[in-house]
């Protein structure tokens, strides 16, 4: 374990693991930490080293002297290859690969922009950042969507109405519907998903660029979608694989929920 000092953001926290040499910049999902990916000790640890990042308002990474105000504008884009360069301090520059599953997925993609001449392998599972997900795009950019989130993020019943909702109608299914309910069950939980979603809401990556960089440096490129996520499915990010030459392209019998043995399971089948 160990913790970067980011200039203009903060304190980020980062766990170590993995049997491997190769270094793996490591991006988790709403609700865990940078532990998440140790699940996968048979088909990612033992080729690399893994440095998992812990997101703000998770784990041991803490925001310093930001407003509420300027949590809500969102975070510049631009902050995010300051996570390298301190790592770099510590670590030497050095070649790399990036790992994001979900809404960890637009930051390894922002790298890629960033350092393409230095990165081996893109991992994404059920990534963010391929396509506009409109659900988060209205609650964080929309006038009356940023009201909405506001107001329930403050009550103590519209959540679970809402969600009940939500899963009645069949916007979100059963395992999105746990997933939520368990990160806002409390009004310290609601906060933390309000302050997340505002804050990560200006780091989508230019997936045109990314494509391009992805091909022109032979970078390889692992896909993994859950065949049952209602979220980030692979049919929604089809048009920004079909720019890639040669990707990797899984589609697990899993949901939303993909990070878990079951898929260390399935992917060390694929292992050379």
């Keep these: 374990m160990g913790y970067l000092h980011i200039p203009q953001l903060g304190q980020v926290h980062y766990h170590e693991y993995g049997t491997g040499s190769k270094p793996l910049l490591a991006f988790h999902g709403y609700g865990m930490t940078g532990k998440q990916f140790h699940v996968l000790e048979q088909s990612v640890l033992p080729e690399y080293h893994v440095y998992g990042f812990d997101h703000f308002f998770h784990g041991g990474s803490a925001l310093k002297d930001w407003s509420e105000q300027q949590i809500i504008q969102g975070m510049p884009k631009a902050l995010v ?3 390298v360069e301190e790592w770099f301090k510590l670590h030497g520059r050095q070649r790399f690969s990036v790992l994001g599953y979900s809404i960890g997925a637009n930051l390894a993609l922002i790298l890629v922009e960033e350092y393409a001449d230095l990165i081996d392998e893109v991992i994404l599972m059920a990534p963010d950042g391929l396509f506009v997900y409109k659900g988060f795009h209205i609650l964080t950019h929309k006038t009356l969507g ?11 019943w519209i959540a679970p109405s809402l969600l009940k909702t939500l899963k009645r109608v069949g916007f979100i299914d059963e395992s999105l519907y746990k997933i939520a309910w368990s990160e806002m069950d409390t009004e310290q939980k609601r906060l933390d998903v309000y302050y997340t979603l ?3 809401k200006r780091l989508k990556p230019d997936t045109q660029k990314v494509a391009q960089l992805i091909n022109q440096h032979n970078i390889k490129c692992r896909l993994i979608f859950g065949r049952h996520d209602n979220l980030f499915p692979k049919r929604e990010a089809q048009p920004f694989i079909n720019t890639l030459n040669n990707p990797e392209v899984h589609e697990v019998d899993l949901g939303h929920w993909l990070v878990t043995a079951d898929l260390d399971k399935y992917l060390v089948k694929f292992k050379v």
């Design 198 to 200: 505002n804050l990560i």
């Design 81 to 83: 290859r300051n996570y």
């Design 146 to 156: 940023r009201y909405l989130f506001r107001t329930v993020t403050k009550s103590k």
